[in-house]
């Protein structure tokens, strides 16, 4: 196990697989920027899924045990699921998640249930088609999602809904959102509008606090605590008093977790990034496509830039005054 510089030990690889996507969320890839003249990464620059095995290989022996395959938008990645296949059954990692928008979930959900996934988190910010529709940047409705969903629930996947909330856009979208989902036994989250990337105007009078948030859902319903010392989540879990589910809140702007922050970052180009926040990741693949690279110098390399880790950025958000470009949000997956 390989720990960094505050004693933060490497677990869990995010793994983005594009950074193109069907949506245009106005708080992740705003289509004023990512719009026609946006240049994505031609296909021939992403990781080949024969490098990303290197690099699994490599976590692992580090110490990672949970791998999220994410974007961009992850579907969009033709051969995913033979990749879920050999997560599972070559590097034997038993904690495989998928993050998506859901819109193409329902063809692949059945394909990805094949390859062994288990675990999916589906990102929706509204039930209301208008809302919905201008969040995601393209007008488009809820259904696709929601179909997404029931298929995947059908199939037996555990789900999570992610929701970005995001003040005077979708505040009115909790109470429904939270009905929906407890009524389905769908784990719901709320997600504080974080300031990632570079495009989407934050400004902390544009965020809606976890506490706001929890205080609409007490409004109408009975909830407890469900551990909240507990620091192996980033979620602040509650369950509905009612048995039904559990909600949670994804506080990263007023409440940070920085200090139990495990996450390990892989563009779809090969960059490693040991935070959110970043403004630039170590560039893997011109290491893993050079003639020096063998398996014990790519551990030597992941374990020195772990180790040398001093990432908080949440913690000292509000003393940064002058911020470099940060890397987007789609080119690192969340
Ligand atoms: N396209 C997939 C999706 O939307 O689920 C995967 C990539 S997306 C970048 C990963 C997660 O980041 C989503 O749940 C999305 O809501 C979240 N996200 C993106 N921009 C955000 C922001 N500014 N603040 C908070 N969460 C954000
Ligand atoms: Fe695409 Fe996900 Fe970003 Fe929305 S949040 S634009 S779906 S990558
Ligand atoms: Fe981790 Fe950086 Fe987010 Fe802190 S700001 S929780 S170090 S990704």
């Given at each position: 196990m390989v720990k960094d510089n505050r004693g933060r030990a490497l677990t869990d690889l995010r793994l983005?697989?594009?950074?193109?996507?069907?949506?245009?969320?106005?708080?992740?890839?705003?289509?004023?920027?990512?719009?026609?003249?946006?240049?994505?990464?031609?296909?021939?620059?992403?990781?080949?899924?024969?490098?990303l095995d290197e690099l699994v290989e490599a976590f692992v022996q580090l110490g990672v045990r949970k791998v999220r395959l994410?974007?961009?938008?992850?579907?969009?990645?033709?051969?995913?699921?033979?990749?879920?296949?050999?997560l599972r059954?070559i590097h034997k990692i038993d904690d495989i998640a998928?993050?998506?928008?859901?819109?193409?979930?329902?063809?692949?959900?059945?394909?990805?249930?094949?390859?062994?996934?288990?675990r999916?988190?589906?990102?929706?910010?509204?039930?209301?088609?208008?809302?919905?529709?201008?969040?995601?940047?393209?007008?488009?409705?809820?259904?696709?999602?929601?179909?997404?969903?029931?298929?995947?629930?059908?199939?037996?996947?555990?789900?999570?809904?992610?929701?970005?909330?995001?003040?005077?856009?979708?505040?009115?979208?909790?109470?429904?959102?939270?009905?929906?989902?407890?009524?389905?036994?769908?784990?719901?989250?709320?997600?504080?509008?974080?300031?990632?990337?570079?495009?989407?105007?934050?400004?902390?009078?544009?965020?809606?606090?976890?506490?706001?948030?929890?205080?609409?859902?007490?409004?109408?319903?009975?909830?407890?605590?469900?551990?909240?010392s507990s620091n192996k989540e980033v979620?602040?879990?509650?369950?509905?008093?009612?048995?039904?589910?559990?909600?949670?809140?994804?506080?990263?702007?007023?409440?940070?977790f920085c200090g139990s922050c495990t996450r390990a970052r892989v563009?779809?180009?090969?960059?490693l990034f040991t935070c959110l926040?970043s403004?630039?990741g170590l560039?893997l693949?011109?290491f893993l496509?050079?003639?020096?690279?063998d398996k014990s110098k790519l551990l030597n390399l992941l374990s020195k830039h772990w180790t040398k880790r001093d990432d908080r950025?949440?913690?000292?958000?509000?003393?940064?005054?002058?911020?470099?470009?940060?890397?987007?949000?789609?080119?690192i997956?969340?």
């Open positions: 983005s697989l594009t950074d193109r996507c069907n949506l245009r969320c106005t708080y992740c890839m705003p289509r004023e920027i990512f719009g026609s003249s946006h240049v994505f990464l031609k296909k021939n620059q992403w990781l080949k899924f024969s490098e994410t974007g961009g938008e992850p579907l969009l990645r033709p051969g995913i699921d033979n990749f879920i296949q050999r059954e998928l993050t998506t928008n859901g819109v193409r979930l329902r063809k692949h959900a059945k394909s990805l249930k094949n390859a062994g996934l288990e999916i988190t589906i990102s929706l910010d509204a039930l209301d088609p208008e809302i919905a529709g201008e969040m995601n940047g393209l007008g488009i409705s809820p259904k696709a999602t929601l179909a997404g969903i029931e298929a995947a629930l059908d199939l037996g996947f555990t789900i999570k809904v992610n929701m970005v909330v995001e003040k005077g856009v979708n505040e009115s979208q909790i109470l429904p959102m939270a009905h929906y989902f407890k009524d389905r036994g769908v784990i719901l989250r709320f997600i504080e509008f974080m300031d990632v990337g570079n495009h989407n105007n934050w400004s902390i009078k544009r965020v809606v606090s976890g506490n706001e948030i929890l205080d609409r859902i007490m409004s109408e319903f009975d909830v407890v605590p469900i551990d909240l979620a602040k879990r509650y369950r509905y008093l009612d048995g039904s589910c559990e909600f949670g809140l994804i506080t990263s702007v007023t409440q940070t563009s779809a180009d090969g960059k926040f403004n630039n560039d693949k011109t496509r050079s003639k020096e690279c950025y949440s913690e000292l958000r509000s003393e940064i005054v002058n911020i470099e470009e940060k890397v987007e949000m789609s080119y997956g969340g």
